[in-house]
């Protein structure tokens, strides 16, 4: 079991009130993940779960037990840290079975679970080395070993891929989605990236400033975000957000469209401009278009090669039922 | 530069260093010279270097007129007693320093540093009196915590230095794990700051083994260490120069050849965090 509540958490350091009072209920078996822009308080939320941090104010609860005044130790969660803290002094193994070694567990028992967790992570042939000897994503797995050996109610990830490399970061982004599916434990992680929610969550928070902006699956998110705030933040390349007369024409602020929901054509459309910069992919293009009114630069997504060149005046025409319209406060509007 | 002129600046610095190093080597083998001559040589103008008539008749006397390995043993114990009460009481101080700072720990650090600066010989009555009314005077167990405590700013200032350097990550970690405190100190935190906890140790022993003034005046026979036996033949009846020398040399021996094994250690330990 693994359902974990917060009720009216609150968090300050000092003068500076860094949670607002906050409620969120995350399922048994969910994969919850915390995104944000740095600073809005995600890992904080972490490690309040975690108990690294004393709550403000407010109650956490694990399957229903309060756990708000538990020391870490007594929450029955694991964690895997960015800089993955591994003991530089003790071998692959003994890391691995330092939390059952702390739970006093017997030998052969340590010794099974640990040879059990290094074939799940294929870690088998690294087990006697040191930390130090080891590649950032091996160091990665020894820090997951050493959380799944303890089978904890949940997991809590904080940013565990930012120290890898691009290539590295998409393979155990794939390794720690499959873990989930394998394990079915509660899991929660932080990331500032938006590419990271979407493709591993169950469920994304949306946190700004402190405040939960908005709870949902990623298509949610993606396809209705409740403001103007989250539209930008998740999808990528973002969200055009166009402002003054054209939005107006909408009964809007601010009109919303993704570079994927517009049409590219170099003789009609609505709305004109010329072409800026171009990023080319292969299986995608990017359009920088310059001299739309109310946004500028204007992103396109256009699918595969386009034959456009810098200065070239083009049309767009956007999907209708796939346009976001936003009040002035940036609240959504149905 | 040209190869002939990085030659020859480094022969230079070489030598300059030498010179050095040898200016600062020479009363201590002047001393362990000494130590070999008879009295009148010791004092012979001009001084004598290596010609004259090498003899161990000084150490023969020096052990035979005081029990050497008494002092030696007196030393020994309160340099080590004075050293692991210190880490005792120096490892706790310096982790919650370091993890768990108030407002108020670097006023803490620079208050406990500044009792250094108070001239010793200030306190010496109160401190007096109170070994009197506790008879701790002239006992090894009195001195055990006059020089841990008078060590302690410097023991729990490199410790906390060390424990600087170890990310907070790493505690929390354990915590997550299951440590409770005494894991964590005992499983983590120690190992991972072995070699600046054996710096620390090693330099403490040294500046106990060292340490002359409570020492002198706080012993008298039973606990006296080696610096009460070397000051045991520095005057009443005369200038005995030669005698004088084979004791300080028999004192000094010791800490030498541990410091001679452990100065890698101890240069390592005193540089530590100041390159990464």
Redesign the interface.
């Known amino acids: 079991m693994g359902q974990i509540r917060l009720e009216q958490v609150t968090k300050s350091f000092g003068e500076v009130q860094v949670i607002q009072p906050l409620d969120l209920t995350l399922e048994d078996g969910e994969f919850t993940v915390f995104v944000g822009p740095s600073g809005c308080g995600k890992s904080t939320l972490l490690r309040l779960i975690a108990g690294l941090e004393d709550v403000s104010s407010g109650r956490i609860l694990i399957d229903g037990k309060d756990a708000t005044a538990l020391v870490p130790a007594k929450r029955g969660l694991a964690m895997v840290f960015q800089s993955y803290a591994l003991y530089p002094h003790m071998s692959v193994r003994r890391n691995i079975a330092f939390p059952l070694r702390m739970a006093r567990m017997s030998r052969a028992e340590i010794d099974r679970r640990v040879e059990e967790a290094a074939e799940v992570l294929n870690l088998r042939e690294y087990l006697d080395r040191r930390p130090g000897q080891l590649s950032g994503g091996q160091r990665q797995r020894v820090a997951i070993g050493r959380a799944i050996v303890r089978e904890p109610a949940a997991f809590l990830f904080d940013e565990p891929l930012s120290n890898l490399d691009a290539a590295l970061r998409v393979g155990m982004r794939m390794e720690i989605s499959e873990l989930h599916k394998k394990l079915g434990t509660t899991m929660i992680y932080v990331t500032h990236d938006q590419v990271e929610a979407m493709t591993m969550a169950d469920r994304i928070v949306v946190l700004q400033g402190g405040i939960i902006e908005q709870v949902g699956s990623p298509l949610e998110l993606y396809q209705r975000p409740c403001n103007q705030f989250v539209a930008g933040f998740i999808g990528s390349p973002r969200m055009n957000l166009i402002e003054g007369p054209e939005a107006a024409r909408e009964g809007a602020t601010t009109l919303g469209i993704r570079p994927e929901h517009l049409r590219l054509s170099r003789s009609e459309g609505p709305w004109e401009g010329t072409v800026g910069v171009s990023e080319h992919l292969g299986s995608d293009t990017f359009l920088h278009i310059h001299g739309i009114p109310g946004c500028d630069p204007f992103t396109v997504r256009a699918s595969g090669e386009v034959d456009l060149r810098h200065g070239d005046a083009v049309f767009l025409t956007p999907d209708r039922a796939r346009l976001h319209r936003f009040d002035a406060e940036g609240r959504r509007i149905e | 530069m040209p190869r002939a002129i990085r030659t020859q600046r480094k022969l230079l610095t070489t030598a300059v260093a030498w010179f050095v190093g040898l200016l600062i080597f020479f009363p201590i083998l002047w001393t362990f010279l000494t130590s070999f001559k008879t009295e009148a040589e010791a004092v012979a103008n001009p001084p004598l270097f290596l010609n004259f008539d090498w003899t161990l008749e000084n150490y023969a006397v020096v052990q035979e007129r005081s029990d050497y390995l008494r002092f030696l043993w007196n030393s020994v114990f309160l340099a080590g007693g004075s050293t692991l009460l210190g880490i005792l009481v120096g490892v706790p101080a310096a982790w919650s320093m370091a993890f768990v700072p108030s407002r108020r720990t670097k006023d803490i650090l620079l208050w406990m540093l500044s009792t250094k600066m108070l001239p010793a010989v200030g306190v010496l009555y109160p401190i007096y009196l109170i070994f009197i009314r506790l008879g701790l005077l002239d006992t090894r167990v009195g001195l055990v915590v006059v020089l841990m405590l008078i060590n302690l700013p410097i023991i729990v200032w490199m410790l906390y230095t060390y424990f600087r350097e170890i990310?907070g990550?790493?505690l929390?970690?354990?915590?997550?794990?299951?440590?409770?405190l005494r894991?964590e100190l005992l499983?983590?935190l120690t190992?991972?700051a072995?070699p600046g906890i054996a710096s620390t140790v090693l330099l403490n022993f040294i500046l106990a083994w060292n340490e002359a003034f409570w020492t002198l005046n706080l012993t008298a026979v039973d606990a006296a260490p080696l610096t009460a036996f070397i000051a045991s033949y520095s005057s009443p009846e005369g200038l005995f120069f030669a005698k004088l020398s084979a004791a300080s040399t028999m004192a000094i021996a010791p800490i030498l050849i541990l410091g001679w094994f452990s100065q890698k250690q101890l240069v390592r330990g005193l540089t530590f965090g100041a390159v990464k």
């Open positions: 990310p990550e790493i929390e970690a354990a915590r997550m794990d299951g440590a409770n894991s499983y983590v190992p991972m072995l």
